[in-house]
């Protein structure tokens, strides 16, 4: 398939990268929309949780902030909340104007850190079904590396950046108060990240994320030249 047609066949699609801290979704997103734009795609990047006015201050809360104090399900609810605003703001109308919406996580982020956390994903799954309505992604991309790799990839023992003008709720705060989570929750997550195509109500492929970036980035051309054929 030429990447002109694929990037039509993705019009008014919606694809998400995710998977555990440092495994690349990004980096991925971004080969991935640079070449349907390149191929004639209207390309739409988006970030979950954030992206929106409203959404980023309760990203501001959820990642900036030490969270011992919060309970799973508010944490939970806080981002699905966010993820509201970013599909009813961003995502939705993107996609009835027929364009390419990729998206850094989404609900399957969700299902792997609360469940991790202590929420049963069948009740994660049906909070993002009163938060989302409908707009579930086509296609979900998993990029899976070890816990290992991921601590370090993402350097957790690095001291924090403060932003201009950023307060901390506990003076003990990390800058991502996920990645502050020690490694057997990590490990969780990622075992919650792999299982995700038995349960999720969308089409997610697992792909190994430890290898170089071009490669990995035509895994993912081949795994949606096989979805969208």
Not at 24 to 34: N, T
Not at 114 to 125: C, F, K, P, Y
Not at 200 to 214: F, N, Q, S
Request: charged share 30%; proline share 4%.
């Amino acid at each position: 398939m030429t990447h002109e047609k694929l990037a039509k066949k993705l019009a008014g699609r919606f694809i998400v990268f995710d998977g555990i801290d440092g495994c690349g979704k990004s980096r991925q997103r971004e080969l991935l929309g640079a070449l349907l734009e390149r191929a004639g795609g209207d390309v739409v990047h988006c970030r979950d949780p954030g992206g929106t006015v409203i959404g980023d201050r309760i990203r501001h809360v959820l990642l900036d902030f030490d969270l011992a104090a919060m309970s799973a399900r508010c944490e939970a609810l806080l981002f699905m909340a966010s993820r509201a605003q970013l599909v009813g703001e961003v995502i939705e109308p993107a996609l009835r104007a027929g364009r390419i919406v990729l998206c850094d996580r989404y609900i399957s982020a969700t299902c792997a850190y609360q469940g991790a956390a202590g929420n049963d994903v069948d009740d994660v799954i049906a909070l993002g079904r009163l938060a989302v309505g409908k707009t579930w992604p086509d296609l979900t991309f998993v990029l899976d590396i070890t816990v290992e790799e991921s601590f370090a990839r993402t350097n957790r023992q690095a001291r924090p950046k403060v932003r201009p003008g950023q307060t901390h709720m506990f003076s003990d705060a990390r800058t991502d108060a996920m990645e502050a989570r020690p490694k057997r929750f990590h490990e969780k997550v990622r075992k919650i990240m792999l299982r995700l195509p038995e349960f999720y109500p969308t089409p997610v492929r697992i792909l190994d994320g430890t290898g170089d970036p071009d490669a990995i980035h035509q895994d993912v051309i081949r795994a949606l030249e096989d979805v969208f054929s």
